[in-house]
Every structure is written in structure tokens, then in C-alpha cells.
């Protein structure tokens, strides 16, 4: 598209600015509106009224203008490339690999999914406005570096499938349970179509490991969606949820797909040792014959490859149910310093400080983890804990 531009305006700037503004339409019209019967040429052509308002407005109206107009069609666009998809088409074309990679999921997450600056931020446990400048910074560089808005070949998707399923991950993570206030506490829309994609990119690239084990984590999750919800709206925490109501045609589907990866023999990735986390988790009848020292095992797997201050959390909570409370706080504490602003941090250790009797500490510790939680349902759980540390 960009190049279809260049050469009708004969300047690249103009070009990458209106192709950008083009997506970023798309991104919001299409949800309510509907693909176009030609998604390729709406772009193309999206983008050349953009580049004319832009003409105009900087009033350059002489022969470029009468240029622009003379050669403004509604034709055909270019190729749509190797992504039928559009959607999916335009996340890989955003997930550019000369942008790095925090930098090109963040963008993606704002011009593509649509999610707001402040959710995005809480995906990346950053401040709103340090994820502002980690925007407008990405923005600048595809500028300054002439970075193209090209539609990707099938070369391409090997190089920018990791940052495709970094943003269908955290796509998938706002609508599990949303981020932000105001919001419905599972955003179903965006689960479903973080698996509808990610079921795409397995077909088009069905040697990667890591795409099979995000569908395969994906689809584990959602199996227990019905369970998740009381009645009254509270989020239900695992071991209380009646696994009666798990989809076991989705679990049949997540257990088939990490088979299928253990049988391949080759090292596992994040997302593939993640759903072998949440297969030994709905292979249990109940909350009481779950394997921990499986799942501990695969935590401790999972760290050496991503040893991220999250990971070593969900480890401890692991860590509890075999060696104790005690010996998980001490794992949990150590990791104050960079967690002590997240609310599962807080909520961790209030239910360990539960577990030990340390009642006061932990109706503290709930007390912040509810003043950072956005999550109507999950604030609802976090206040019956805290109210039940009072007589536990």
C-alpha cells in the first residue's frame, strides 16, 4: 500500500503517515461496521483521501493535489499478501521486527486490538504515561526509519509470528479478566477472538510449537470460563470452581494439542510449558489431587527460560501447596521491590499471611491488593477473603 502511495503522491512520508491512519480507521470502524467485501482496496483507498486531506490541510494544493484527485480511483488494491485474515493481516504487518519487541506489541495492542493506553499499561506493569511515550517513541522510530506499512509474505511470518502472539496473549489476557474499571469483568469478545486468530496463525505456520501452545493455553483457560462467575458477579478462584461446568470438549482440544508437543521432542517455549501448566490443572477431578510437584517442576522449567519476577510468583503459589505458607512467603517477599504495585502480588501474600494466622498483616495486604484491582468481580473476592481472614 505504501508503495502503491509513494509513487501516486511522490512522498514517502506522506505516504507512511496516511497508510498508519488507515489502519487506525480500520481498527475502529471494523468492529461495528464490518469487513468490506474488499478489505484491500478500502485500505488503499482509505489511505488516499487520507493522504488528500492531508494535502490539503497543509495547503499544497497545486499540481500534487490535481495530481492526487486525477489519480484517485476505487480500484483494486494491492496483493493481499500471504494472511487472508484482515485483522490478523494488519497485526502482522504492525509487528514490524525493526521495532523492538515490547515496543512493537504495544503498538499493535493500540492501533489493531484497540485496547486503551492505561490497559496496556497494566499488561506491561508500567506507568499510563511511560506507556504513552513507549508509543509515540514506536511511532517516531517507523517514521524516522522509514519503516513500511507492507503487507507481509509468507517469508515474513517466521520473523514477526513471537510479537503476533504476544499481542494475541494479552488480547486474550484483558478479556480473561479485564484490567480496567467500568468494564464487564470477562470481556468474552476478545477471548473469542484472541483464540479465532491464534487458530489462524496455527494454520498458517503449523511447525511453530510456540502457536500450538498458545491456542492450547488458550482454549484451557476458556474451557473454564462458566465456572469463573458466581451468581452475584464474584470471581471464583480455582480450587473453589465446580469443574462440572469446564467445557471438556475444550479440554479435550488443550490436552490433545500439548500431546501433540511432547510427542515433536523439541524444547518447549513459554506458552507451550504455560498450557502443560493448565493441562495438569483441568486433569485434576478436584482441587485436592492436583499435581503440584508436576506443576512446580514446569514453573521451575518455565523460569529458567523467563525468569520474570511474574513467574517466580505463580511459582510460590505452587510452592505452598507442597512445602508450606511460610516457605512460600519468604519466595513471595523477595520479590517486593518490582511486584509490590500489582495487585496479584497483594493478593498472593494476603492469602499466605491467611494461611499462617497473621490476620491483621493480611487484611492489609488485601486491602491494598483491592486498591489496585480495576476488576469489579475480582474485588468482590478479594473483599470475602479479607472478611473471612477476620474470624479464620
Same mark, same amino acid.
Given at each position: 500500500? !505504501?508503495?502503491?502511495?509513494t509513487?501516486?503522491?511522490?512522498?514517502?512520508?506522506?505516504a507512511?503517515?496516511?497508510?498508519?491512519?488507515?489502519f487506525?480507521?480500520?481498527v +475502529?470502524r471494523?468492529?461495528?461496521?464490518?469487513?468490506?467485501?474488499?478489505p484491500?482496496?478500502w485500505?488503499?483507498t482509505t489511505?488516499?483521501?487520507k493522504?488528500i486531506?492531508?494535502?490539503?490541510?497543509?495547503n499544497?494544493r497545486?499540481?500534487k +493535489?490535481k495530481?492526487? +484527485?486525477l489519480l484517485? *480511483?476505487?480500484?483494486?488494491?494491492e496483493?493481499?499478501?500471504?494472511?487472508d485474515?484482515e485483522?490478523?493481516?494488519?497485526?502482522?504487518t504492525?509487528?514490524?521486527p525493526?521495532?523492538?519487541?515490547?515496543?512493537r506489541?504495544?503498538?499493535?495492542?493500540?492501533?489493531?486490538a484497540g485496547l486503551? !493506553?492505561a490497559?496496556i499499561?497494566?499488561a506491561?506493569?508500567v506507568?499510563?504515561s511511560?506507556?504513552?511515550?513507549?508509543?509515540?517513541?514506536?511511532?517516531a522510530?517507523?517514521?524516522?526509519?522509514r519503516?513500511?506499512y507492507?503487507l507481509?509474505?509468507?517469508?515474513?511470518?517466521p520473523a514477526r509470528v513471537?510479537?503476533?502472539?504476544a499481542?494475541?496473549?494479552?488480547?486474550?489476557n484483558?478479556g480473561?479478566?479485564?484490567s480496567g474499571p467500568?468494564t464487564?469483568?470477562?470481556r468474552?469478545?476478545?477471548?473469542?477472538e484472541a483464540?479465532r486468530l491464534?487458530?489462524l496463525?496455527r494454520?498458517l505456520?503449523?511447525?511453530d510449537g510456540?502457536a500450538?501452545?498458545? @491456542?492450547?493455553?488458550?482454549?484451557?483457560?476458556e474451557?473454564r470460563?462458566?465456572?469463573r462467575l458466581?451468581?452475584g458477579g464474584?470471581?471464583?478462584?480455582?480450587?473453589?470452581q465446580d469443574r462440572?461446568?469446564w467445557?471438556?470438549? @475444550?479440554?479435550?482440544?488443550g490436552?490433545?494439542?500439548v500431546?501433540e508437543?511432547l510427542?515433536?521432542?523439541?524444547?518447549p517455549g513459554r506458552y507451550q510449558l504455560?498450557?502443560?501448566?493448565n493441562? !495438569?490443572h483441568?486433569?485434576?477431578?478436584d482441587?485436592?489431587?492436583t499435581d503440584w510437584?508436576q506443576i512446580?517442576a514446569l514453573?521451575? +522449567?518455565l @523460569?529458567r527460560?523467563?525468569p520474570?519476577p511474574?513467574?517466580?510468583l505463580?511459582?510460590?503459589v505452587?510452592?505452598?501447596?507442597l512445602?508450606?505458607?511460610?516457605?512460600a512467603?519468604?519466595? !513471595?517477599d523477595r520479590?517486593?521491590d518490582?511486584?509490590?504495585g500489582?495487585?496479584?502480588?497483594q493478593?498472593?501474600r494476603? *492469602?499466605l499471611?491467611?494461611r499462617?494466622?497473621?490476620?491483621?498483616e493480611?487484611r492489609?495486604?488485601?486491602?491494598?491488593a483491592?486498591?489496585?484491582?480495576?476488576n469489579?468481580?475480582e474485588i468482590a473476592?478479594?473483599r470475602?477473603?479479607r472478611d473471612r481472614s477476620?474470624?479464620?
Amino acid at each position: 500500500m !505504501v508503495g502503491a502511495l509513494t509513487r501516486r503522491f511522490g512522498d514517502l512520508d506522506l505516504a507512511e503517515e496516511a497508510a498508519a491512519e488507515a489502519f487506525a480507521t480500520a481498527v +475502529q470502524r471494523w468492529p461495528t461496521d464490518g469487513v468490506p467485501p474488499a478489505p484491500g482496496a478500502w485500505l488503499t483507498t482509505t489511505a488516499t483521501r487520507k493522504a488528500i486531506d492531508s494535502i490539503r490541510r497543509e495547503n499544497k494544493r497545486g499540481g500534487k +493535489q490535481k495530481e492526487a +484527485q486525477l489519480l484517485y *480511483d476505487d480500484g483494486p488494491g494491492e496483493p493481499l499478501g500471504a494472511v487472508d485474515d484482515e485483522r490478523l493481516r494488519l497485526i502482522f504487518t504492525c509487528c514490524h521486527p525493526a521495532l523492538a519487541m515490547e515496543s512493537r506489541v504495544a503498538l499493535t495492542l493500540r492501533m489493531v486490538a484497540g485496547l486503551s !493506553v492505561a490497559e496496556i499499561a497494566r499488561a506491561f506493569l508500567v506507568q499510563e504515561s511511560a506507556m504513552g511515550r513507549r508509543i509515540t517513541r514506536a511511532k517516531a522510530k517507523i517514521k524516522l526509519a522509514r519503516i513500511p506499512y507492507r503487507l507481509p509474505s509468507a517469508d515474513d511470518l517466521p520473523a514477526r509470528v513471537s510479537g503476533v502472539l504476544a499481542v494475541l496473549y494479552l488480547v486474550f489476557n484483558e478479556g480473561y479478566l479485564a484490567s480496567g474499571p467500568g468494564t464487564d469483568p470477562v470481556r468474552n469478545e476478545l477471548t473469542a477472538e484472541a483464540i479465532r486468530l491464534t487458530r489462524l496463525v496455527r494454520a498458517l505456520l503449523p511447525q511453530d510449537g510456540e502457536a500450538a501452545g498458545l @491456542l492450547a493455553l488458550m482454549l484451557l483457560i476458556e474451557a473454564r470460563r462458566a465456572a469463573r462467575l458466581s451468581p452475584g458477579g464474584e470471581l471464583i478462584a480455582l480450587d473453589e470452581q465446580d469443574r462440572t461446568a469446564w467445557d471438556r470438549t @475444550l479440554i479435550a482440544e488443550g490436552h490433545r494439542l500439548v500431546r501433540e508437543r511432547l510427542a515433536a521432542g523439541a524444547a518447549p517455549g513459554r506458552y507451550q510449558l504455560l498450557a502443560a501448566i493448565n493441562a !495438569v490443572h483441568t486433569s485434576a477431578h478436584d482441587a485436592r489431587s492436583t499435581d503440584w510437584r508436576q506443576i512446580l517442576a514446569l514453573y521451575d +522449567q518455565l @523460569l529458567r527460560l523467563d525468569p520474570s519476577p511474574i513467574v517466580a510468583l505463580n511459582r510460590a503459589v505452587a510452592v505452598a501447596e507442597l512445602d508450606g505458607p511460610q516457605v512460600a512467603l519468604g519466595a !513471595v517477599d523477595r520479590l517486593a521491590d518490582t511486584l509490590a504495585g500489582y495487585h496479584a502480588y497483594q493478593a498472593t501474600r494476603a *492469602d499466605l499471611l491467611r494461611r499462617l494466622g497473621r490476620g491483621e498483616e493480611s487484611r492489609a495486604a488485601y486491602d491494598r491488593a483491592i486498591e489496585l484491582t480495576g476488576n469489579a468481580a475480582e474485588i468482590a473476592a478479594l473483599r470475602r477473603r479479607r472478611d473471612r481472614s477476620r474470624t479464620g
